[in-house]
């Protein structure tokens, strides 16, 4: 796991993993270099904190207005509902000489929330949303860490949570 993502906001010893906790990771393809980068973090933060290799799986999607739509198919299945796992969405948008990133990061955004709340299902927003390329690397294992790490234990924590209340 990156030293970078535990510079702020989530911080992993406060976390413990859920027996049996199923996640995928679902990473879209447009700015590959940024989304491979939160990709790698994640998987490697979920098998850092114990989560077994067969209890990954990895998804790819076109861009990340695609991300909700594998993310409501993942999150209806058992072994992803009501706390038996999570769902991890990784994507870069950045913005452009038009107003797209503004459309997709906000649609995105609620599509993801809403699909949560829908099947119980923690559905992790890792997407960064960026004026600037430099700014993404920057938070894709850069100074500003790894949102795709950052995402990943959300996710874990966010299983606890729904156990102890489900
Ligand atoms: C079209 C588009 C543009 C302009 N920029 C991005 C981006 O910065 N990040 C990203 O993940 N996807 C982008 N896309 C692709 C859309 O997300 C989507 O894949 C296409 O519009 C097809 O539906």
């Given at each position: 796991m990156s030293d970078n993502s535990t510079k702020k906001?989530?911080?992993p010893t406060k976390i413990s993993l859920s027996e049996g906790a199923r996640f995928a990771v679902v990473?879209?393809?447009w700015n590959a270099e940024i989304t491979d980068a939160l990709h790698d973090a994640a998987v490697e933060t979920l098998q850092g904190q114990g989560v077994p290799d067969n209890f990954i799986e990895t998804y790819r999607v076109p861009g990340?207005?695609?991300?909700?739509?594998?993310?409501?198919?993942l999150s209806r299945q058992d072994r992803y509902a009501n706390g038996a796992g999570a769902v991890i969405c990784l994507g870069a948008v950045i913005k452009g000489d038009t107003e797209h990133d503004r459309f997709i990061n906000q649609s995105v955004a609620e599509a993801l929330q809403r699909i949560?709340?829908?099947?119980?299902t923690p559905v992790m927003f890792g997407v960064l949303t960026c004026n600037t390329m430099e700014?993404?690397?920057?938070?894709?294992?850069g100074v500003h860490g790894n949102k795709g790490a950052e995402a990943a234990l959300a996710a874990i924590e966010m299983v606890s949570v729904l156990r102890s209340i489900c």
């Amino acid at each position: 796991m990156s030293d970078n993502s535990t510079k702020k906001g989530i911080k992993p010893t406060k976390i413990s993993l859920s027996e049996g906790a199923r996640f995928a990771v679902v990473a879209a393809r447009w700015n590959a270099e940024i989304t491979d980068a939160l990709h790698d973090a994640a998987v490697e933060t979920l098998q850092g904190q114990g989560v077994p290799d067969n209890f990954i799986e990895t998804y790819r999607v076109p861009g990340a207005f695609e991300l909700p739509a594998a993310a409501a198919a993942l999150s209806r299945q058992d072994r992803y509902a009501n706390g038996a796992g999570a769902v991890i969405c990784l994507g870069a948008v950045i913005k452009g000489d038009t107003e797209h990133d503004r459309f997709i990061n906000q649609s995105v955004a609620e599509a993801l929330q809403r699909i949560a709340a829908e099947h119980l299902t923690p559905v992790m927003f890792g997407v960064l949303t960026c004026n600037t390329m430099e700014q993404a690397r920057e938070r894709a294992g850069g100074v500003h860490g790894n949102k795709g790490a950052e995402a990943a234990l959300a996710a874990i924590e966010m299983v606890s949570v729904l156990r102890s209340i489900c």
